[in-house]
């Protein structure tokens, strides 16, 4: 099993639709999530953490459940400017080892 | 913003040759990262850096590949005997604090071995 699993997707949304993506991760030892987003042939860039109580930063909200060992973003009100790959990141339980999803690419339609 | 920077953003290689690859971290930061990224595939973690030694290493980072602090700035990645499928986008990360805080990472080298 894969340490951390995405839908690639794509998404394709209108402006202004929301939109949700999810992420497994394999090890419940895992102790710290985080969402990047990837431009093309960029370097990943932070979204934002995932917290145990779940956290929000403007348009997106990102939620983390232990017991189903998932964590999700959701974004609303879709921009042009959120067309990207969005990157699940997990640390191992080692502790400074980081494993990345394959990621869910988005693009959002005029 | 303080960054991460990476030198150079390009490397173009003979098989067989040696590379180094350059990073200047962030400077208060205290914990190290490369990662590669073949293209069309997901960013996969090479090693971890801290306190001057190695804290953690994947599967693909074999002997062929090292890493070091010559100095206060920079974190060097070193590829020796490169082969064709070393050809990749690396990138270094730094992060104040392991693996609770993100890491911020570098624009990338993308390293072709001809």
């Known amino acids: 099993r894969k340490e951390v699993e995405q839908d690639p997707g794509p998404f394709n949304v209108p402006e202004g639709a929301t939109v949700a993506f999810n992420c497994t991760y394999s090890n419940s030892a895992s102790q710290s999530f985080f969402w990047y987003r990837q431009d093309c042939r960029k370097e990943p860039k932070l979204l934002m953490s995932v917290y145990s109580s779940g956290n929000e930063d403007g348009r997106f909200t990102a939620q983390l459940n232990r017991a189903s060992q998932y964590i999700s973003l959701l974004i609303r009100d879709s921009k042009l400017s959120d067309s990207a790959t969005y990157l699940c990141v997990v640390n191992a339980p080692t502790g400074n080892q980081f494993y990345f999803g394959t990621g869910t690419s988005l693009t959002v339609i005029p | 913003e303080p960054e991460v920077t990476q030198t150079p953003s390009h490397q173009v290689t003979q098989m067989g040759q040696e590379v180094i690859l350059r990073c200047v971290p962030i400077s208060n930061h205290l914990y190290f990262y490369w990662y590669r990224q073949i293209l069309g595939q997901k960013v996969e973690f090479l090693v971890s850096?801290?306190?001057?030694?190695?804290?953690?290493k994947s599967e693909i980072f074999d002997d062929q590949f090292s890493v070091e602090r010559p100095d206060g700035s920079n974190f060097t990645l070193k590829i020796r005997s490169t082969k064709l499928e070393d050809s990749a986008m690396y990138f270094c990360a730094s992060s104040s604090d392991g693996s609770n805080q993100p890491q911020h990472f570098g624009d990338g080298t993308r390293l072709s071995i001809l």
């Open positions: 850096f801290y306190n001057n030694e190695i804290s953690e």
